[in-house]
């Protein structure tokens, strides 16, 4: 075998400093979100769950929420109005807080470390999983839109497309967050005490599943410090087909800076990471 | 091709003066405490040295990977501190967890990397299928690297580090769980790497591979160079005088037997050091001014205490009595402790 190595391995030295490493970046984020995007494709539970599980919310969550239709937060005929964009938000969220997981895997693989000795942009490393998260919350977003719809969710297409956008920035958010937190915790129990904890007051405090203004002043205040409540507000606001509004400008606004302040901690945290 | 001590001009690695120290819950711990060498260009040169000797951390710092407190580094002509992508895009890097992503296929791995390294599409098919091929992993090639065994695994993570044919190609224990045959085809790879102009640095805790396969060795201790030129060098410089005797039965106390011996023969100054002794394998070792007359009177000494000797001989020097002689310690034992 070590015989025929002479001839074979030489040749021109891509490693030198005239072209090594020249990658472009967009070809750079192109390659890791080929990767992640094959590892959660060679996932085919995970796929399946990711599916369901939005499905199992409208189908179980919706005969619960009917009776509450009329009531103050509840300003519209069909309670999926309300609802359908509750449960993209919850997409968005399942879809990017799970990034961290695999992270710590691959720190302890020493994946990271061999990636990090490479010449690749740590921000294009963080940008493979974030777009692969974007679009494993545009598939199940879209199926849980034409599945509302057909169950009665008053589609203002125009509004959606916008809606979807803002969400893909709360996914990146989430997505970079979870990567952060994976690289910086390093352990899968402090990930996931992490993650859960946070959570519940998150999901709760932003009037995902049910508006906020159901409750009473001390949780609509302590709501308006989460920055996902921006986005949820702003969220209803597009899936009812009012694009122009304050509240879209500040949910953007706010989602915007999370995913800024997100991608740089991530990229930051990717420069240091160490298993 | 054994490469003589490089001037700095042509050198493939310069570190002076490296330090580095790690926070830990009760202060610090100094893991790299003032390290100094020079790797000439297309040598094969191991760091050797026992767990915890600072030898992971100096790799980590010359590719980039940990920041050092103090002290320079040039690598493949660029400045680790200054320059550190310029340092990525010339070196290759074999880390002790390996790093190929198992959930993807060997070839992807390989193709990954190609691009990461700058190689167009078509120039990184047709590396990746080359060193495919040359480290025997061809018919695996589109198998998830879940399913390798071992062995299968650490060629793609060798190959892996050269996919770009780097200037220098730094391995962490690059041999470390593989089985004699894997070691042997390895270390072949590595000479013939070198044969095509590659310069390379390996860490390692094993003797023999420091031995027989590297050019030249720095062993460190405690965060330090304490020893550094060819294996044939230090062999010479620290070890031309050793005997070793093998008890009938092992004794009860081979250690206490060993000092024992040592005072005694330091009595009539045949032994060097008061702590020039090692007990392996039922084997005693001992650094000794003369070695016919050591031989003569250890036996003599262990004929008085009823001791019969299955084997005494002059002990062919190894990498070991030098450590043993700058630290006091062997290696066998600190590498085993830990």
Known sequence: ?275 | MSAPPGPVRDSAVTVSGLRKSFRVKDGTVAAVTGVDLAVAKGEIFGLLGPNGAGKTTTLRILTTLLPADDGEAIVAGADVRREPRLVRKRIGYVGQLGGADANATGRENLLLAGRLYGLSASGARRRATELLTVFDLAALADRAVRTYSGGQKRRLEVALGIMHEPRVLFLDEPTTGLDPQNRANLWDQLRQLRANGATIVITTHYLDEADQLCDRVAIVDHGAVIALGTPEELKRRYSSNAITLTPEAPAADLASLARELVEELAAESLATAADGAAVTNGTIRLAVTDTTRAMAAACALLAARGIEVADVSVARPTLDDVFLNETGKTLRDTGAAA
């Open chain 1, 1 to 275: 075998m070590t015989e025929t190595m002479a001839p074979e391995l030489t040749g021109t030295r891509a490693g030198d400093s005239a072209r090594g490493g020249g990658t472009p970046f967009a070809v750079q984020a192109g390659l890791f979100f080929r990767r992640k995007m094959l590892e959660s494709l060679r996932q085919p539970a995970w796929i399946v769950m990711g599916l369901t599980t939005p499905l199992l919310y409208l189908a179980l969550f919706t005969p619960l929420l009917n009776s509450l239709a009329g009531s103050p937060g509840f300003p519209r005929g069909h309670v999926l109005d309300v609802f359908v964009p509750g449960v993209l938000v919850l997409i968005a969220f399942g879809a990017g807080m799970g990034a961290g997981w695999p992270v710590i895997w691959e720190l302890d693989s020493g994946v990271i470390e061999r990636l990090r000795v490479t010449p690749a942009s740590r921000l294009a490393l963080l940008l493979g999983t974030v777009i692969r998260d974007i679009v494993m919350f545009l598939v199940p977003g879209v199926v849980v839109i034409v599945v509302g719809w057909v169950a009665g969710f008053h589609v203002h297409l125009a509004g959606l497309v916008v809606l979807l956008v803002l969400l893909s920035l709360l996914t990146a958010a989430c997505s970079a967050t979870s990567s952060a937190l994976g690289l910086v915790l390093k352990q899968i129990g402090s990930l996931a005490a992490v993650v859960t904890g946070v959570q519940l007051p998150l999901t709760l405090l932003a009037g995902i599943l049910l508006p906020l203004s159901l409750g009473p002043t001390w949780l609509r205040v302590l709501g308006h410090l989460n920055p996902m409540y921006y986005a949820v507000v702003a969220a209803r606001s597009l899936a009812a087909g009012t694009i122009g509004t304050a509240g879209v400008g500040v949910g953007f606004l706010v989602t915007a800076a999370a995913a800024a302040l997100a991608l740089w901690w991530g990229t930051r945290a990717y420069h240091r990471a160490m298993a």
